[in-house]
């Protein structure tokens, strides 16, 4: 069994699909709509084949401040603690807030949080 794929409602699909493709070098699928709900969506490829679906639709409400029953963050392994540490560097120029690290977590690993658009959670790892 594998996991097929993630998926995450957002506001800005556009911007969640440049975001992933410009800092984590997704390639986007075609557009999807229903013209019936107003519902749209792209699925996301890494380079590992994992997939993110990226979606939207009118009426999304706003969730809970902090954590919640759900989705947490997404974890994404770049291969090396300097490829963490530029990715969160680049990521910190751009604007985008840092949460921890880079840093050897209690549990061994190395890693870095940063909130991406719409403050998705984002664990960059070794």
């Given at each position: 069994?594998?996991?097929?794929?993630?998926?995450?409602?957002?506001?800005?699909?556009?911007?969640?699909?440049?975001?992933?493709?410009?800092?984590?070098?997704a390639v986007s699928?075609?557009?999807?709509?229903?013209?019936?709900?107003?519902?749209?969506?792209?699925?996301?490829?890494?380079?590992?084949?994992?997939?993110?679906?990226?979606?939207?639709?009118?009426?999304?409400?706003?969730?809970?401040?902090?954590?919640?029953?759900?989705?947490?963050?997404?974890?994404?392994?770049?291969?090396?603690?300097?490829?963490?540490?530029?990715?969160?560097?680049?990521?910190?120029?751009?604007?985008?807030?840092?949460?921890?690290?880079?840093?050897?977590?209690?549990?061994?690993?190395?890693?870095?949080?940063?909130?991406?658009?719409?403050?998705?959670?984002?664990?960059?790892?070794?």
């Amino acid at each position: 069994m594998r996991l097929e794929h993630a998926a995450v409602y957002v506001r800005d699909l556009e911007g969640a699909r440049a975001f992933f493709e410009e800092y984590f070098g997704a390639v986007s699928g075609p557009a999807y709509h229903n013209a019936g709900t107003g519902f749209r969506s792209y699925f996301l490829t890494f380079g590992t084949g994992a997939r993110l679906e990226l979606m939207t639709r009118p009426g999304l409400s706003d969730g809970p401040e902090g954590p919640a029953v759900g989705w947490a963050h997404l974890a994404v392994s770049l291969g090396s603690r300097e490829a963490v540490d530029r990715l969160t560097g680049r990521l910190a120029r751009a604007g985008y807030p840092i949460l921890s690290g880079p840093r050897t977590t209690g549990d061994g690993y190395y890693e870095s949080c940063v909130a991406g658009p719409e403050g998705i959670s984002l664990e960059l790892t070794v």
